[in-house]
């Protein structure tokens, strides 16, 4: 049983955003104060990447750990209420997911995922670092 009215239910769900989320701007406020500049959300790419670094060939997507499922983490779960609903919304999401990403890569692309709770933890950790020679490669700073 849920514990808000089908109303209230729908109104909260009408204010999550798939673009322009808090960890997106936070990534993104990082990576330009560390001399990275890029696109965002391009239309023409598979999956509307977003995050885009034409220069390096290379696409970000920052994932939300409960609408992406993810596995390593508290919010990547399955809620108790309407979980069949859920579980199949979720795998939907994985699958699209996956074929965005094999898209990218047959068109050259490099594909990075970054989980919201690795952007919430800590930007300056080792593995911000690697993402930084990730995306540049050869053409380290």
């Known amino acids: 049983m849920d514990i808000w009215s089908k109303e209230k239910r729908s109104k909260v769900m009408s204010k999550i955003r798939c673009e322009n989320t808090k960890p997106e701007k936070k990534l993104r406020s990082w990576l330009y104060a560390n001399g990275l500049r890029f696109r965002i959300h ?3 790419l598979p999956g509307k990447p977003d995050i885009v670094f034409t220069k390096y060939k290379t696409v970000v ?4 750990c409960f609408w992406h499922y993810h596995q390593d983490c508290n919010e990547g779960r399955i809620p108790n209420t309407n979980s069949k609903f859920w579980e199949e919304k979720l795998s939907k999401n994985i699958q699209r997911d996956e074929k965005h990403q094999l898209q990218l890569k047959a068109l050259g692309w490099k594909v990075l995922v970054v989980w919201e709770c ?5 930007l300056n950790s080792e593995s911000f ?3 930084l020679k990730s995306i540049k490669g050869d053409h380290l700073i």
């Open 42 to 44: 391009k239309k023409d």
């Open 61 to 64: 997507f920052v994932h939300g």
């Open 118 to 122: 690795e952007i919430n933890k800590n």
């Open 129 to 131: 670092k690697q993402i």
